[in-house]
DNA sequence: TTATATTTTCAATATATTTTGAAAATTCAA
DNA sequence: TTGAATTTTCAAAATATATTGAAAATATAA
């Protein structure tokens, strides 16, 4: 398969791979391109290497700097700006599980830890079956929580390798 | 709290959680409501329950049941179909997992595989950034694919209980 | 059968999200 | 300073997604 096939390819899937997790489609494309970009790039590079227009670019640009996926780079002589994908995918996924566990998760145990305790007799069955509810996703996001923890702190050899050895 | 606010709540907010994972808000609306309902309920429960079309409640319903969330429980004596959700989270966990890893995951390696041989000079610069990209890709994907199979293979305590102790 | 209850489908509509592009703001060399 | 290059903003337009509701299909009791 030729270079510019493959590259097409592998942009657009991962695009629209992302819709599946929330993500939309153009950051998760500009992230790929990035990705598979030796040198960075520009907004210019981008738009032209997208399609796309210069706001749409500016914006999803930000918010993979937002998300820590995408760095700003400043090149000696050059006035425009440059933009570089951090190219090693354990970082880029153990940054994507830190921000989600910080934008999402975490928020979430807040409320369930609210919606706790709920008045009225604990013997109804309404009640029964909503603390039950409420308590088993607190247990499992506590368990997901404490896992994610770890393998956020976690080197990625040690971790791979010490998973690989556990589970045989 | 009282427990109509609390079930309100939690309904709701599930909902928009479930929004940042590709999932569509009313599909996680009813599924949050079954988990919270003691009993099986019907159509007609759901649509007076969260104020929502009889076409819109089938159609979600029907997801749920693909995606293997909720079942469809037919009561003796009873004319409507009834629907009720796993309410064992781990179980639920599992599922999720099981399916997306059926749906995403697979097709992603499936396409990564394909991707992996260019054609041209592998010193080439924009060749060899493509294919230490998509191979980056392909020992990520191959991690976090034997993971969530021993994940959905296992059971709860046994995965729990050597989890914590290994990670102590 | 036939009549009625229930479920499913899907075109039309409504809503939400994404994208554009031109104007405003900012940066920086001279 | 000034002004050209560059980036950012954001209202309007385009696109995509979700929802409705009534008609069609299906299931069931009599």
Chains 1, 2 share one sequence.
Request: charged share 30%; glycine share 6%.
């Amino acid at each position: 398969m030729k270079l510019s096939d493959a590259r097409q390819q592998f942009i657009s899937s991962w695009g629209a791979f992302a819709t599946h997790w929330g993500i939309n489609r153009t950051m998760a494309q500009i992230h790929a391109l990035l990705l598979v970009s030796p040198d960075p790039l520009t907004q210019d590079d981008i738009m032209a290497g997208l399609s796309l227009s210069r706001g749409n670019v500016n914006m999803n640009i930000r918010e993979l700097v937002d998300w820590g996926l995408v760095d700003r780079v400043l090149l000696p002589g050059e006035r425009k700006d440059f933009f570089s994908a951090e190219k090693d995918i354990w970082k880029v996924a153990t940054q994507i599980i830190k921000e989600r566990k910080k934008r999402e998760l975490e928020p979430m145990m807040k409320l369930l830890s609210q919606l706790e305790d709920v008045e009225g007799d604990k013997k109804d069955k309404e009640i029964k079956q909503f603390t039950e509810t409420i308590s088993g996703i607190q247990n499992f996001s506590k368990q997901a929580d404490r896992m994610l923890d770890i393998m956020v702190k976690a080197d990625e050899n040690w971790f791979v390798g010490s998973l690989l050895k556990f589970f045989k």
